[in-house]
């Protein structure tokens, strides 16, 4: 089975800090892992896809990386802004159809 | 990216009475889409898996009854909670994938909140 676990399950930083946030699963056969941030009584908002066979995504401010024989991901964030202030998640599927997410991390920036 | 609406955002009815939440994907198709129900604090907990054309498959749990999903069109995806209840009142969030099933990217719809009187 599956275990999913991000670390730390929350932060607070300063604006402007350069962060980390920390996504580790068990199996390593996956096929991706993505990550999502979700805002408070908002859905997900896909952030970054890293299918198997890759070792990093970035978009903007973003970059993921992913090892998948250590099982664990990375996000990190440069240069964070007040407007990073949300709950990251990160999801892996276990079959075609169904996912594994972890329980998140609570960003806050303070301005 | 690829773009999922949710409605309504929120409703509030009475115990008793039947609710229909709509999730479309509105720039691509989907097969396949997922319900999610997510308590508060929580992480998401799915609830089904709606496919277009056939019956959907219910997790653990899920009362199918309760619970009516219809996936009519590769846009479209219903949940009806029919004869709501207090304890039905949460947060619904639908999903849809982008791609192939062991490639593709989940979008996700903005939200519907219950609140059942």
Redesign the interface.
């Given at each position: 089975k599956q275990e999913v676990t991000q670390i730390p399950a929350a932060l607070s930083v300063p604006e402007g800090e350069n962060l980390v946030l920390n996504c580790s699963f068990t199996d390593s056969a996956i096929?991706?892992l993505?990550w999502?941030r979700q805002d408070p009584?908002?859905?997900?908002?896909?952030l970054l896809?890293i299918?198997s066979s890759q070792r990093e995504q970035t978009s903007g401010r973003l970059n993921a990386s992913l090892d998948k024989s250590s099982g664990r991901s990375t996000l990190y964030i440069a240069a964070s802004q007040p407007g990073d202030s949300a709950t990251y998640?990160c999801?892996v599927?276990r079959n075609?159809?169904?996912?594994y997410?972890?329980?998140?991390t609570k960003l806050n920036v303070k301005p | 990216g690829a773009v999922v609406s949710q409605h309504p955002s929120w409703v509030i009815c009475k115990s008793g009475t039947s609710v229909k939440i709509e999730c479309r994907s509105l720039d691509f198709q989907a097969t396949t889409m997922f319900w999610y129900r997510q308590f508060p604090k929580q992480s998401l907990m799915l609830m089904a898996t709606s496919n277009e054309g056939s019956k959907a498959t219910y997790e653990q749990g899920v009362e199918k009854d309760k619970f009516l999903i219809n996936h009519a069109s590769l846009t479209l995806s219903t949940l009806t909670v029919t004869s709501a209840h207090p304890e039905d009142s949460s947060f619904y969030i639908c999903s849809a994938r982008l791609g192939r099933a062991d490639t593709g990217e989940l979008f996700f719809g903005e939200g519907s909140r219950l609140t059942v009187l």
């Amino acid at each position: 089975k599956q275990e999913v676990t991000q670390i730390p399950a929350a932060l607070s930083v300063p604006e402007g800090e350069n962060l980390v946030l920390n996504c580790s699963f068990t199996d390593s056969a996956i096929y991706n892992l993505q990550w999502f941030r979700q805002d408070p009584g908002k859905g997900l908002t896909s952030l970054l896809l890293i299918q198997s066979s890759q070792r990093e995504q970035t978009s903007g401010r973003l970059n993921a990386s992913l090892d998948k024989s250590s099982g664990r991901s990375t996000l990190y964030i440069a240069a964070s802004q007040p407007g990073d202030s949300a709950t990251y998640l990160c999801a892996v599927p276990r079959n075609f159809n169904k996912f594994y997410f972890g329980s998140g991390t609570k960003l806050n920036v303070k301005p | 990216g690829a773009v999922v609406s949710q409605h309504p955002s929120w409703v509030i009815c009475k115990s008793g009475t039947s609710v229909k939440i709509e999730c479309r994907s509105l720039d691509f198709q989907a097969t396949t889409m997922f319900w999610y129900r997510q308590f508060p604090k929580q992480s998401l907990m799915l609830m089904a898996t709606s496919n277009e054309g056939s019956k959907a498959t219910y997790e653990q749990g899920v009362e199918k009854d309760k619970f009516l999903i219809n996936h009519a069109s590769l846009t479209l995806s219903t949940l009806t909670v029919t004869s709501a209840h207090p304890e039905d009142s949460s947060f619904y969030i639908c999903s849809a994938r982008l791609g192939r099933a062991d490639t593709g990217e989940l979008f996700f719809g903005e939200g519907s909140r219950l609140t059942v009187l």
